[in-house]
């Protein structure tokens, strides 16, 4: 079963929030599994307020989501919609391999003639 297509803003808010850096080092590392803001601040030079926010954002765009359990508010990916952004990906690099190869046929072809 494919990925449900995400497009226009919520394609675009994802990829933001995945431009920067330290946002694509927490989902890497919630890829692993669920992780508190203090479990995902260890190993960064940044303050628990800081990853706070970052956690925000990929919350925002539904890339993370968070739970209560007990007084912890553990983070966990949410892999459908990394999936979904995955099966976008997919069907752009698709559509290039087509003209690509569509091109190398024309290219081809017109050499041949000559």
């Known amino acids: ?9 919520d394609l675009d808010t994802a990829f933001a929030a995945l431009g920067d850096p330290v946002r694509r080092a927490l989902v890497a590392r919630l890829a692993h599994g669920d992780a508190t803001v203090g479990q995902l601040a260890e190993p960064f030079d940044l303050t628990p307020q800081a990853i706070s926010h970052h956690v925000g954002v990929l919350r925002r765009c539904g890339l993370v989501e968070q739970r209560r359990d007990g007084t912890r508010r553990p983070c966990r990916l949410r892999v459908d919609r ?33």
Do not use: C, F, K
Not at 1 to 9: D, F, N, Q, Y
Not at 92 to 105: I, Y
């Open 1 to 9: 079963m494919s990925a449900p297509t995400v497009s226009g803003p």
């Open 82 to 114: 990394l999936a979904s952004l995955g099966a976008w990906i997919d069907d752009q690099r698709h559509a290039w391999n087509d003209r690509l190869d569509a091109l190398e046929q024309h290219l081809t072809g017109e050499g041949a003639a000559r």
